[in-house]
């Protein structure tokens, strides 16, 4: 098997050659990796429902009703992650190996320390917080005990989720896919096991995650280990550089910021579906696993976009920088349709296989209509913030979508709708709230213009410049 330029057999070049067919090799699997995700849980909740000796639908709003917690707290993290991925990406584009080696040490000491902490913090503010979200009586304590359970696993997550990115700024997005796999069949065989065979509840199914979530960790770190590529970790060097955390938290706090307050404003939108009801939180976590499905191929390409650019940058080809903006806007473009298509035709299949209620299904189809019309300003903000976080440039991004996103989703929710407003009224916050960031990002994207901004590097990479990561 060849090996690429940086001794991986997954890797890809993304400094040579063609463009167009590299950016779906690296962005497919890391579609299919956050999929895979998805549909294991998805599975897990599906267990939960169908085999759980309580009540299917108030086992599958537990699981749900944490859906924007865990997600807001995951979603930090691999926004942190992203700036080790930049911070890596653009010091293999500048031939920098000692700069990769002190980035990837640091990100695997941070990544095991802010799950530590995260743990403590989250177990004691797990009460208090699924109390505000207006939850209702008979699915609270469940909803407790699957979140405790799985914030105790949090130092394997975040450690997989850096793992995953320190493969990924070399383009090897292949091995963290097939890590997953086998952490999700995993997931999938305990969580029957603790459910079905135990007669256990959702915490089954959160006992199950967390096991794989370690197997699946611990795998790839035997992986950084071993590998002979730049990226290999070894743990007579596992220190935090003082230096290169400074540039991982500077382009990946802001990303991360972005995307905790994404789902931070999901939770208070989360908190007005749970007033209506266990059968409409029932079919809101239903859709959301679909929807997931479609976002992940979204993000993918931004994901994508990010370090194809930051390689790029880092080695001057400013030129080649913007081809790769425009292709990964087509591309995903392609991709996007092609799942909204496919899911909303086979979507009351799909909302079956959670919850065989009538209502159910078509209050959950109500919500995929809607998601899915707003996905095409998703994917052209993924894109656009993936592209200027490629050049290090993470906290215009950042604030764009605090005002786009957060702010206008927490202004419309208190102050715009109306007291009596039914499922479809608040479901309209996401198409209103992703256009109007969409069209910022737009706005900064020609305002800013890093392209042109950083031209001339373009003639300065053979005089031995190197570029700098700063907003």
Not at 40 to 54: K, S, Y
Not at 240 to 260: E, W
Not at 426 to 449: G, K
């Amino acid at each position: 098997m060849n090996r690429s330029k940086h001794g991986s057999a997954h890797a890809i070049d993304m400094l040579h050659g063609g463009i167009w067919n590299k950016i779906p090799q690296f962005a497919l699997p890391l579609a299919c990796t956050g999929i895979l995700e998805q549909l294991f849980n998805a599975t897990g909740i599906a267990i939960a429902g169908n085999f759980a000796p309580v009540n299917g639908t108030a086992a599958i709003a537990a699981i749900g009703a944490n859906t924007p917690i865990i997600g807001f707290i995951v979603s930090l993290f691999i926004g942190i992650s992203l700036g080790a991925n930049v911070a890596i990406a653009i010091a293999i584009g500048r031939g920098d190996s000692r700069a990769v080696h002190r980035h990837v040490h640091t990100a695997v000491v941070m990544s095991a320390a802010g799950g530590l902490l995260v743990t403590l913090l989250g177990e004691l503010a797990a009460e208090p917080v699924l109390k505000l979200l207006n939850i209702p009586e008979e699915v609270l304590p469940l909803a407790l005990l699957y979140l405790r359970i799985y914030l105790a696993g949090m130092p394997a997550i975040l450690l997989f989720t850096f793992e995953a990115a320190v493969f990924r700024s070399i383009g090897d997005s292949r091995t963290p896919l097939a890590v997953l796999a086998m952490a999700g069949v995993l997931n999938v065989l305990l969580s029957l096991f603790f459910v079905a065979v135990l007669g256990m509840t959702v915490n089954g199914t959160a006992l199950a995650t967390v096991l794989a979530n370690i197997f699946g960790c611990l795998l790839l770190l035997r992986g950084l280990t071993r590998t002979h590529s730049i990226i290999r970790v070894r743990f007579g060097l596992l220190r935090a550089d003082r230096g290169s955390l400074k540039q991982i938290l500077r382009t990946g706090l802001p990303a991360g910021v972005q995307s905790g307050v994404f789902n931070g404003a999901n939770i208070v939108v989360q908190a007005f579906i749970n007033n209506l009801g266990t059968n409409v939180l029932a079919a809101s976590s239903a859709a959301l696993c679909i929807e997931l499905v479609t976002c992940y191929v979204l993000t993918s390409f931004g994901q994508a976009c990010t370090t194809f650019v930051g390689q790029n940058y880092g080695a001057g080809q400013i030129r080649r920088c913007r081809r790769i903006f425009v292709l990964c806007l087509a591309e995903s473009c392609l991709a996007a349709a092609s799942a909204v298509l496919l899911i909303l035709f086979f979507g009351r299949f799909a909302l079956s296989l959670f919850n065989a209620d009538p209502q159910v299904i078509e209050l959950g189809y109500l919500r995929l209509i809607i998601i899915f019309i707003a996905y095409i300003f998703t994917m052209l903000y993924e894109v656009m913030s993936g592209y200027l976080r490629g050049f290090g440039i993470t906290f215009v991004p950042a604030i764009l979508t605090v005002i786009g996103i957060c702010v206008f989703r927490i202004v419309y929710m208190l102050f715009f709708l109306p007291l009596n407003a039914d499922f479809k009224t608040i479901l309209m916050v996401y198409p209103c709230s992703l256009s109007l960031t969409a069209a910022l990002m737009f706005a900064a994207l020609l305002v800013y213009a890093p392209a042109r901004r950083h031209a001339g590097l373009e003639s300065g990479r053979r005089a031995g410049s190197h570029p700098e990561t700063a907003d």
